[in-house]
């Protein structure tokens, strides 16, 4: 059975992470591309911008929406599917995402789908 987890990008690395995803569109601000440790990221898995824009306006009362939203973009994104075949097989996985709300943010839905 495969172990999937969410991670705050800014958390160190670990070896127990496994297989790390970062999932946002932008960088995570103040992280280097020396320190900042990933195995795979791909800009377009993350939500829209305007769908991100939008939740950004006002996240606690369009979170549930903003779920609902983003799932239906990852069910049509090829780029999802793309994900799914990477990690396949892999043991562990870590949904890396930069986030400062660790309820609300883009890797819970990506957690949630892939569950």
């Given at each position: 059975?495969?172990?999937?987890?969410?991670?705050?990008?800014?958390?160190?690395?670990a070896?127990?992470?496994?297989?790390?995803?970062?999932?946002?569109?932008?960088?995570?601000?103040?992280?280097?591309?020396?320190?900042?440790?990933?195995?795979?990221?791909?800009?377009?898995?993350?939500?829209?911008?305007?769908?991100?824009?939008?939740?950004?306006?006002?996240p606690?009362?369009?979170?549930?929406?903003?779920?609902?939203?983003?799932?239906?973009?990852?069910?049509?994104?090829?780029?999802?599917?793309?994900?799914?075949?990477?990690?396949?097989?892999?043991?562990?996985?870590?949904?890396?995402?930069?986030?400062?709300?660790?309820?609300?943010?883009?890797?819970?839905?990506?957690?949630?789908?892939?569950?």
């Amino acid at each position: 059975m495969q172990e999937i987890e969410i991670k705050r990008a800014y958390e160190p690395a670990a070896p127990s992470d496994g297989f790390r995803v970062y999932i946002d569109r932008l960088w995570p601000r103040g992280l280097s591309h020396e320190t900042f440790k990933y195995d795979m990221w791909d800009k377009e898995i993350a939500p829209s911008t305007a769908l991100r824009e939008w939740f950004h306006a006002d996240p606690e009362n369009r979170w549930p929406e903003f779920e609902k939203k983003y799932a239906d973009e990852l069910r049509n994104n090829p780029a999802f599917g793309n994900l799914k075949k990477e990690i396949a097989g892999k043991p562990k996985v870590t949904l890396l995402y930069s986030s400062h709300d660790e309820t609300r943010n883009n890797a819970v839905v990506v957690y949630n789908l892939l569950k």
